[in-house]
């Protein structure tokens, strides 16, 4: 089994997760304003990510964007990583490869605890990809500990470049945030994820 083979049912039932479902539990979460060059980056790319309408196209074209500038955003002082394998637990099934990674620790040469956040990538509905993003929040909880560098919290967003959907994973905790989050907010959804990487979610 991979991350990929997880539903949401099947990853909360497997991991006794207690499920939370709640619309706009970041909606409080005060904006990031995007940089000017971010800003026309999107402007050229969205159009030509949801024109080519692949999982590749979105990734690269939309999300990379965005998570490049949350790390200057916080002058390289985390780290990203992309489609890197992430084999944490074979026994349990946390095997696989993850979209994006993003580490607390601001080496880029190999992946150093703590992971604070995964965002995995979908061509369609972000909700397609819920099961596949817990269950790779759940190899980050158990490889900050086994590094020992626990963290209180491990977030997750699922997203197709243009539509975000947000989680967070407090032990055995895990909240949903049901509500979408739009690229043309991307203020918004800066916000949030610089709030997961400052621990304020």
Known sequence: MAYSNFTLESVVTGFQLEKIESAGIFAEIEPVTPSAELTAILRKKVPLAIAIGTEKARSELIVADVLVELREQFEHHISLFSGIDFSVDAEKGLTG???????????????????????????????????????????????????GNQIPCVYGATTSGTEWQFLKLEKQKLHIDIADYQIAQCDKILGILSSMVSQKA
């Open 97 to 147: 490869v993850c979209d994006f990674l993003i580490s607390l620790s601001p080496g880029q040469l190999f992946l150093e605890a703590p992971v604070i956040a995964l965002v995995e990538a979908k061509n369609a509905e972000p909700k397609l990809g819920l099961g596949q993003c817990v269950a790779e929040m759940l190899a980050a909880q158990h490889f900050n500990a086994e590094k």
